[in-house]
């Protein structure tokens, strides 16, 4: 039985754009990961800018960003003192949530992949990951300006990356999990929500 829709698309012709539209959402999900990655410099600035109004809000009685020998920082006070810290591709945000655009650009090929479920993943794995390196340079900034530099080191080395790296396991536990919750529908209705 087909089934014939408003706008004149049924059978061949509906698969048809539906191929063409996973397609472009792949093509874009990729372009957009590839551009965080070569757009790297102005991810990370606004980046400082975020965490110097983060600063600003929490433990900075004034903070500015700028640039120095190429790499963003952002600049706070605390204790009558200026304390920076710089952003580097390494701290930057860009290469985790170009990891996440890359894999949905790869998964919503796959026909059984409902877009509405990967764009929900996505976006809330870009979001957390994206407020946690943000945590993370508020706790850092607090950590060098209270405890100074070795405490600072240890901070960074230790508990950022860790946090990163949790942070990455949980977020792809979430985006998988999310892609593949209820996927004991009947047939039928799966049909009708992808």
């Known amino acids: 039985m087909e089934v014939a829709f408003a706008n004149g698309l049924s059978g061949p012709r509906l698969a048809r754009r539906a191929r063409w539209t996973r397609w472009l959402v792949c093509a874009v999900c990729i372009?957009?990961?590839?551009?965080?990655?070569?757009?790297?410099?102005?991810?990370?600035?606004?980046?400082?800018?975020?965490?110097?109004?983060?600063?600003?809000?929490?433990?900075?009685?004034?903070?500015?960003?700028?640039?120095?020998?190429?790499?963003?920082?952002?600049?706070?006070?605390?204790?009558?003192?200026?304390?920076?810290?710089?952003?580097?591709?390494?701290?930057?945000?860009?290469?985790?949530?170009?990891?996440?655009?890359?894999?949905?650009?790869?998964?919503?090929?796959?026909?059984?992949?409902?877009?509405?479920?990967?764009?929900?993943?996505?976006?809330?794995?870009?979001?957390?990951?994206?407020?946690?390196?943000?945590?993370r340079f508020a706790a850092l900034g607090y950590i060098f300006a209270e405890l100074g530099r070795d405490a600072f080191n240890i901070s960074h080395s230790l508990g950022g990356s860790s946090l990163m790296l949790l942070g990455m396991v949980i977020c792809l536990l979430f985006y998988f999990r999310t892609l593949v919750a209820n996927s004991s529908r009947t047939p039928a209705r799966k049909h009708l929500v992808n």
């Open 31 to 135: 372009g957009l990961g590839v551009g965080l990655v070569l757009y790297n410099f102005e991810t990370r600035q606004l980046e400082t800018l975020l965490a110097s109004k983060l600063a600003l809000w929490t433990y900075a009685s004034e903070s500015a960003t700028n640039v120095d020998l190429g790499t963003p920082y952002f600049a706070y006070a605390r204790g009558g003192k200026w304390w920076a810290l710089r952003v580097t591709p390494e701290c930057g945000i860009g290469v985790y949530v170009a990891g996440i655009l890359v894999l949905t650009g790869a998964l919503s090929l796959i026909q059984k992949v409902s877009l509405l479920r990967l764009f929900f993943a996505a976006s809330v794995s870009i979001a957390i990951l994206v407020l946690l390196n943000q945590v």
